[in-house]
């Protein structure tokens, strides 16, 4: 079995530029190979906010015992049942527990685009969480193959097609004041449907590479290895760029 995070990426030429400027973390070093990834988050997370002099979050105590106050229990309570249980509320019926399992990873992997919240409720009215999860749920409503080889095969059509996402805008006259020339332009949206073709094509090209089948197939095994989240979030991290949510700030990881 290859080690994926040693793999070659000799076709990431071939992936979206939006992708690649917006994954971050690629190009952040790793920390080292004995440390746990959850300890690191709290360190490099609590060092930058120190570095910084002051606070990135402030408390208001009179602010935090009036909303305790005004806080409609019943109805936090049936936030709180719907967002615990949102796998049982999905409309999908799965052959299995790993393709099951290996659509909440995707599902997973692809929580990004807040960015874009704006330019999606006014296209879609929708934002970037509920894009992603329509898309999702489009790719198995229509038998889409969410497998290593399935993901390398997905097109920005596809993408655009699925989650909702349009790639050109308007149609604007070419030259003012005639209609003659129509010419439309990539949408706002465009670089968000590449960012999220980039993410799956390189995620299935690494699980291909590495030997593995599928997202679940790689977390299954990866857990018979050893079943901890640590390891787990180690394993996942160090395999698929897509998911280092990390960033140099000042010369120091975070």
């Given at each position: 079995m290859v080690l994926i995070s040693e793999l070659s990426g000799d076709s990431d030429s071939q992936l979206p530029l939006a992708w690649k400027t917006g994954c971050t973390g690629e190009n952040v070093a790793l920390p080292p190979?004995?440390?746990n990834y959850l300890t690191s988050?709290?360190?490099?997370?609590?060092?930058?906010?120190g570095s910084t002099g002051q606070s990135l979050v402030g408390v208001n105590p009179e602010q935090v015992r009036r909303y305790v106050d005004t806080l409609d229990a019943a109805k936090f309570d049936r936030y709180i049942?719907?967002?615990?249980?949102?796998?049982?509320?999905l409309p999908l019926v799965f052959d299995n527990m790993a393709q099951e399992l290996n659509f909440i990873a995707v599902?997973?992997?692809l929580q990004l685009g807040s960015g874009f919240r704006a330019e999606l409720h006014y296209a879609a009215n929708r934002g970037a969480s509920d894009t992603i999860r329509f898309g999702c749920i489009s790719f198995h409503i229509s038998q889409t193959h969410l497998d290593a080889r399935g993901l390398q095969a997905l097109t920005l059509g596809d993408i655009s097609?699925?989650?909702?996402?349009?790639?050109?805008g308007d149609e604007r006259?070419?030259?003012?004041?005639?209609?003659?020339v129509m010419v439309r332009e990539a949408s706002d949206l465009r670089p968000l449907a590449e960012i999220i073709l980039g993410c799956l094509h390189d995620t299935g090209k690494r699980l291909e590479q590495g030997g593995y089948s599928s997202l679940a197939d790689f977390i299954l095994k990866m857990c018979t290895e050893q079943p901890t989240a640590a390891h787990l979030v180690k394993?996942?991290?160090s395999a698929f760029p897509s998911l280092r949510d990390a960033a140099d700030i000042n010369g120091q990881p975070v």
């Open positions: 190979a004995d440390t988050v709290r360190v490099s997370t609590a060092r930058f906010i049942k719907h967002v615990n249980g949102w796998t049982h509320k599902l997973d992997l097609q699925n989650f909702g996402i349009p790639l050109f006259p070419m030259t003012k004041g005639s209609s003659a394993k996942l991290v």
